[in-house]
């Protein structure tokens, strides 16, 4: 909510800053009120309109936000609960994870942790500085709702306890008792008829029937309620102060444009009419605290339509900020992208199935050992490349799968085999990839499966027991499974206040190993535990063990508690102590476990740092390092444009010419074209026009061996290439300075009028006198209808006069 109201406020501080540096002049009333109308209802709209990833940092506003997003839930939370600070998160090394925790002395500590934990919870919490910022909040709304409704109970006060009042056509005028301001409500107008003179009387009544025809009162309205919400804001204020002037301005413009009054008999009128009494906020009305201004607007020069062109701009500027306030669209999808990691042997990881919103071919990850991925159809190529990730896409597949659908997982088929001391299994929704809408992979220690029968094996943990009827103990082997809930388990959860709608919850909960002391370490934790999180704990196969060891990280590198979404996030980008301790070497310490994030996910690593640092990039902040691999740039490239003789070149113009298509291979073949020496910012502008080597050539051959890059560049932009230059040298206009051939390319002397002239009679004409021709429009057509009227000049002059002066009348000449 905080979010929204900050992106409001700011929508509406750039609508004003925009309108008092460029409209506020302009004489277009009706407009300006549109304008007010449209940023009124855009703060509103456009913090929810998110754009596709276009910038660097796109979505700056929302990141400052997003921390407090993501630690919502450990606000007022009891204690940190942490394993010693000095651990490091498991890299390559389930088994000894595995060894964690299931030693009897670490399950013991862990409880007398969580126990620890439980008794220092007090009954009240203290409340966040959000919750008091809320209720302050709320305290204004309250205030000026209170003070629009006193306002509205005034007004239909007076109009229900008026005995005089006069009805006219749409209007009603309820005269006032005591010396009030002129205003209207929505049809009434209310005045103190006895303090003005007729004439000053109709003026008055004449502007306000304005205002009511005009339905000023709605701007009025919208204006209250959105200064109610953005009370806090004083730009809100200030804009509502503009709104006002605008529609004094218009009705000002309208009744002198209209002549029912002389100009300056009303502008004296207006300071005759000056009065202390101001009537309420929500009505218009004859207003006297901006007569100075509306005095200056009535006097000063209208606009004219050619100044229309500034309201252009308003495209652009609300374009730009929705990329400041919102976050692009790929950067919301994150919330399922794929983690792959080694896991223990008891905690099997999962392969989650794909989140599509509609039927797409299944994306699966391969039955591996020990391997686990959820991807989403929009995952990120950091999470794509990961080495241990095998990605099949089944294309003959009909069916999509959404973990939150009404598909039951609690029966279907798996496929084992056996892989030293553990049975590797994949699970699957179908007979076959042909019907199968999901697919899921662990491998298990054989001890922890329990042989009922020849072909029927069971395995139980808290959340249930997995039946599979097959010959589990063969090398190879499949058949069907059945999974089913511990019904003990289920009621612990509801207990706890632990709930979530999907039908196969305790089925990710089994598959992720969490029992009831998993759930009472987070309840140490956590006030409030969402069902829906810790299935994405399971799904992400993050174990009570890997849990204390990222509150352990985030209290050592972020000095907080992390909220159960952060530690699925850091699950989620590989963010581990290893990675961290990567980034210190290399010179960056004290980051924020966000900026790690954000490194993580755009694949920064020691590696790449090294490689800049040894392309001559030292120094480098990490915002630059951070920028520079999200758009491409590598040690080589640079290293090959440096070789060029830009040993100067720095990491920010490295990413210019990155953006901008600039390789070693363009500048050198711009050096063989002619364009030796140039300056990095003249390559670019010779990039940016297009300017390419082969075309170069191309009109140096035709003659032009000495043009400048800067007239490359200036013929360019007008369109001139060599197939131009050579349709005038076959049209006889040979080695035309390169000026010339640009005045025959915007005038239009082309190859094509040459040859109408050469029809009708005018060849080998020298380029000046065409060109003279061209401007002034004498085409064949022109001449053929002059010939028509019988006029017959010899010399091609006399049809330029005469299409400057025109033909006049019919006559005939030699």
Request: charged residues 20%; glycine residues 6%.
């Amino acid at each position: 909510m905080i979010a929204l109201l900050v992106k409001s406020s700011f929508i509406l501080g750039i609508a004003w800053l925009f309108y008092k540096a460029v409209l506020q002049r302009e004489s277009f009333f009706a407009v300006n009120r549109m304008y007010f109308w449209a940023v009124l209802l855009l703060a509103f709209v456009l913090p929810f309109v998110s754009l596709p990833p276009l910038v660097t940092h796109q979505g700056y506003l929302s990141t400052i936000f997003s921390a407090n997003e993501v630690t919502e839930q450990s606000e007022g939370t009891s204690a940190l609960v942490t394993s010693p600070s000095q651990q490091a998160l498991p890299k390559e090394t389930p088994h000894e994870m595995q060894k964690e925790v299931s030693s009897p002395q670490t399950a013991k500590e862990a409880t007398a942790l969580s126990a620890q934990s439980s008794q220092e919870e007090t009954p009240t919490a203290p409340k966040s500085w959000t919750f008091w910022l809320l209720v302050l909040y709320l305290f204004g709304v309250g205030i000026f709702t209170l003070n629009l409704l006193f306002q509205l109970g005034s007004v239909w006060l007076k109009i229900y306890t008026s005995h005089d009042t006069i009805s006219d056509t749409g209007y009603t005028i309820v005269n006032l008792p005591q010396l009030k301001a002129p205003h209207s409500f929505f049809r009434y107008i209310f005045i103190h008829p006895d303090a003005y003179d007729f004439e000053t009387y109709e003026q008055i009544i004449s502007h306000e029937k304005i205002h009511v025809r005009l339905r000023h009162t709605w701007d009025l309205l919208l204006a209250e309620l959105v200064g109610i919400v953005l009370w806090f804001n004083p730009i809100m204020w200030l804009l509502k102060q503009e709104m006002e002037k605008n529609i004094e301005y218009q009705t000002d413009d309208l009744l002198l444009r209209g002549h029912e009054v002389d100009k300056e008999t009303y502008q004296w009128s207006l300071l005759q009419i000056a009065a202390p009494h101001k009537p309420l906020t929500i009505t218009t009305n004859y207003n006297q605290s901006l007569l100075k201004q509306r005095i200056r607007m009535i006097n000063a020069k209208k606009s004219t339509m050619h100044n229309y062109w500034k309201y252009a701009f308003m495209l652009p500027l609300f374009f730009g900020v929705l990329l400041v306030i919102n976050k692009p669209i790929e950067s919301q999808a994150t919330a399922l992208i794929g983690y792959v990691g080694a896991r223990d042997q008891q905690t099997p990881v999962i392969t989650a199935p794909v989140v599509t919103p509609t039927p797409t071919p299944v994306i699966t990850a391969t039955p591996t050992p020990r391997v686990s991925a959820v991807i989403t159809p929009t995952a990120t190529p950091e999470v794509n490349a990961n080495p241990n990730l095998s990605v099949n896409i089944n294309t003959k597949t009909n069916f999509s799968f959404n973990f939150r659908s009404d598909v039951d997982m609690s029966t279907g088929y798996w496929y084992g085999r056996q892989v030293d001391k553990e049975y590797c299994i994949e699970f699957k929704g179908g007979n076959n990839t042909r019907t199968s809408y999901w697919n899921m992979s662990e491998c298990f220690d054989k001890s922890l499966f329990v042989k009922k029968a020849s072909d029927s094996f069971t395995l139980t943990r808290d959340a249930g027991t997995m039946t599979l009827q097959g010959a589990l103990d063969q090398e190879v082997s499949q058949g069907k499974y059945t999974f089913a809930k511990d019904a003990g388990f289920e009621s612990y959860l509801e207990k706890n206040d632990i709930t979530n709608t999907d039908k196969n919850f305790l089925f990710h909960l089994f598959m992720g190993n969490v029992d009831r002391k998993y759930v009472a370490f987070l309840k140490a934790n956590y006030q409030d535990i969402d069902g829906e999180r810790i299935q994405e704990l399971a799904i992400h196969g993050i174990t009570q063990t890997d849990y204390q060891l990222y509150l352990s990280m985030f209290d050592k590198y972020a000095q907080k508690k992390p909220s159960m979404r952060e530690v699925i996030e850091a699950r989620i980008h590989g963010v581990t102590q290893e990675y961290i301790q990567e980034l210190q070497e290399a010179g960056y310490k004290d980051l924020s476990m966000r900026k790690i994030m954000e490194l993580k996910i755009h694949g920064v690593t020691r590696k790449y740092i090294d490689g800049l640092k040894a392309a001559g990039f030292a120094d480098l902040p990490v915002e630059q390092i951070l920028e520079a691999k999200i758009h491409g740039i590598d040690a080589a490239s640079a290293k090959d444009i440096r070789a060029l003789g830009f040993g100067d070149l720095s990491l920010r113009k490295m990413i210019e010419l990155k953006i901008h298509g600039i390789n070693a291979e363009y500048i050198s073949d711009l050096g063989k074209a002619g364009f030796k020496n140039l300056e990095l910012d003249k390559i670019m502008e010779a990039k940016i026009h297009g300017i390419n080597a082969e075309e170069a050539k191309n009109i140096h051959a035709l003659g032009y061996g000495d043009m400048s890059l800067n007239k490359m560049i200036e013929i360019k932009i007008h369109g001139i290439n060599s197939d131009f230059i050579k349709d005038l040298n076959n049209a006889g206009f040979k080695n035309l300075e390169l000026d010339k051939v640009l005045d025959a390319k915007i005038h239009g002397v082309n190859a094509s009028y040459l040859k109408d002239l050469a029809d009708v009679g005018f060849k080998n004409l020298e380029f000046d006198k065409v060109l003279e021709a061209k401007i002034h429009g004498v085409t064949a057509d022109f001449i053929k209808e002059a010939r028509k009227k019988g006029y017959s000049p010899k010399e091609f002059d006399e049809y330029i006069r005469l299409k400057i002066h025109g033909m006049a009348s019919r006559r005939n000449s030699d």
